[in-house]
């Protein structure tokens, strides 16, 4: 019997007319606010109308598949499903139940784990394969061999985009999306594990001027971790930083958290205040990343 693989990501509005349908989901039955739509529709008619993650995932996962494949030829099934659009990962995870599986890892398309990321998926996702199946899952994935590397060399390549006499008073800023402050009353560990990857990818990119700051908080009542990148790049430019080289490194594609936070808005921020920003380039589907997953993957039923 093979090993079923459920590979798990958020999920994006397939069309302009999907956000309010999308959003209600995330809020939990509750539709936007018309004035909440209409700064989300702003957001995404300013990277063309909709965000490139669905044809990104549905790339990765069909490259972790056949990757999968070539290390463990018939070893291994690997299904796609979705947070918050279809399919939905219960759908899947419901499939391997009806097919007979007795063995499913989960892998969720992102680095770092946390009760209110990665926790919900593997729940909901466990839920639906029910009892009978060994569901393995993947937590943070951050220090899978050769993945801070990936990193690293991105870090590198945009600092490379900075002028050789301006290195001297550039930073890098590493980012992930923010989560509400209220997860660390019980003891959620994600801050600590953006501090560690940021800190093992700056070393071997062999950057000493590093810094953190979390980005696209959700626009709720609760307060969010911080700094907000947008705070900070005011913050950098004030200390007398000149460049900023940008780091999502919370994020594994191109996205609305990427095309538009970082490359819209922080950089409309950062030419305010006279910063010149250059991001890295996102992994996506690149080969050997896809290569880290796919032997995550492997390594982990062994």
């Known amino acids: 019997m093979k090993i079923g693989v459920l590979v798990m990501a ?14 209600t989901r995330i809020r939990h039955g509750n539709a936007p606010t018309p004035e909440l739509l209409a700064d989300l529709q ?16 549905e790339a990765q996962v069909t490259a972790i598949r056949n ?16 947070k918050y659009q279809p399919p939905l990962l219960e759908e899947i995870a ?25 926790t919900q998926y593997f729940t909901r996702a466990k839920a639906a394969l029910g009892e009978g199946i060994e569901f393995i899952e993947i937590e943070e994935w951050y220090e899978a061999p050769g ?61 000493a001027t ?6 696209s908080a959700g626009r709720t009542a609760d307060p969010w971790i911080g700094p907000d990148i947008l705070d900070v790049l005011r ?7 000149t460049d900023i080289v940008s780091c999502p490194i919370g994020f ?29 380039t996102s992994l996506n589907a690149d080969a050997a990343f896809m290569s880290v997953l796919a032997k995550l993957v492997v390594d982990t039923a062994a």
């Not at 957001?43 to 063309?48: D, E, S, V, W």
């Not at 509400?180 to 801050?191: F, H, Q, R, T």
């Open 10 to 23: 958020y999920g994006t509005p397939a069309t302009p007319e999907d956000v309010e349908i999308y959003y």
């Open 42 to 57: 702003r957001r995404y008619n300013a990277i063309g109308g909709t965000s490139p993650l669905a044809e990104r995932t």
């Open 67 to 82: 990757e999968i494949e070539r290390i463990a030829p018939g070893a291994f099934d690997v299904r796609f499903g979705s």
């Open 94 to 118: 419901e499939t391997f139940r009806a097919d007979g599986f007795s063995k499913v890892i989960g892998l969720v398309l992102a680095p770092h784990s946390s009760s209110m990321s990665t």
């Open 147 to 207: 993945f801070l590397e990936l990193i690293a060399e991105r870090v590198t390549e945009a600092l490379a985009k900075v002028p050789a006499e301006r290195l001297a008073t550039t930073e890098v800023l590493f980012s992930a999306h923010s989560l509400p402050e209220k997860i660390l009353a019980n003891g959620d560990n994600y801050p600590d594990q953006l501090r560690d990857s940021a800190e093992k990818a700056a070393a071997i990119a062999k950057v």
């Open 210 to 215: 590093w810094d953190l700051a979390w980005q």
């Open 235 to 241: 913050k950098k430019k004030a200390s007398g930083v």
């Open 252 to 280: 594994v594609s191109d996205h609305l958290e990427v095309l538009f936070d970082i490359d819209i808005e922080a950089q409309g921020v950062a030419k305010e205040v006279g910063l010149n920003l250059v991001r890295t």
